[in-house]
């Protein structure tokens, strides 16, 4: 089936350390993939997307790069900062629908 | 920028009562879903419309239904409330079917006791 595995929580990190958060991913055809933000409280907030292999994401100093050979799509952040604090979803979607597949979230904590 | 719209923000039910969720998507927003976040887990999709059509079905329950109106807003029915219903319920849009961007509401919070 279609699915999306993201790399387990909590990630903890001081600010301006680097940010890499994995995410695999399994699906007939050629999806779409997303990275969603969660901050407390709050919706989901989309971050960036891609929606063909090669093609890079970027958005707030986060980027991921959609790698159809290792079916990955991790995303990544050369300096947090203690607002980039949430919790973080990979997603995926197909070309025939527009259902979004999510990963199971992976919590980012920034410590000043 | 007008964004989903979902009301209430809280709601608290006693078990097998019903509730009923609303959706305003944001305008010329003709596609709307619904997704149920439960304790610490990810987003699982519902059901979606397009132009007032259902357009796709998920895990949702047969104790829940749901319709799109004529102004593009949504509403999630669900009755007989058990106690594994309580959960973030989220509705987002997009301008047409196959878009592929969702735009998410702030998600109703639905306490079953």
């Known amino acids: 089936g279609n699915s999306v595995t993201q790399m387990e929580g909590p990630v903890t990190l001081s600010e301006e350390a680097f940010l890499t958060i994995n995410c695999t991913y399994t699906?007939?055809?050629?999806?779409?993939l997303f990275w969603y933000v969660q901050y407390p409280g709050e919706g989901l907030q989309l971050l960036l997307k891609?929606?063909?292999?090669?093609d890079k994401g970027s958005n707030k100093g986060f980027e991921a790069t959609y790698r159809k050979e290792t079916t990955s799509f991790h995303l990544e952040k050369g300096s947090v900062q203690v607002s980039d604090s949430a919790v973080y979803f990979c997603?995926?979607?197909?070309?025939?629908?527009?259902?979004?597949?999510f990963g199971t979230g992976t919590r980012l904590q920034v410590f000043p | 920028a007008a964004g989903v719209i979902q009301s209430p923000r809280h709601l608290i039910k006693e078990k097998r009562e019903t509730a009923t969720l609303k959706c305003y998507p944001i305008p010329r927003h003709d596609t709307v879903y619904w997704y149920q976040q439960g304790p610490g887990q990810d987003p699982q999709f519902l059901i979606s419309f397009y132009e007032k059509m259902q357009s796709d079905k998920g895990s949702i329950p047969d104790r829940f239904s749901a319709q799109q109106f004529s102004d593009y807003h949504s509403e999630l029915n669900m009755s007989s409330l058990e106690l594994g219903d309580s959960a973030l319920y989220f509705c987002a849009s997009s301008p047409g079917s196959l878009y592929n961007e969702q735009f998410f509401g702030p998600g109703t919070r639905l306490t079953v006791l």
């Open positions: 891609a929606t063909k292999a090669d």
């Open positions: 997603a995926l979607s197909l070309y025939n629908t527009d259902k979004l597949i």
């Open positions: 699906a007939t055809g050629y999806p779409s």
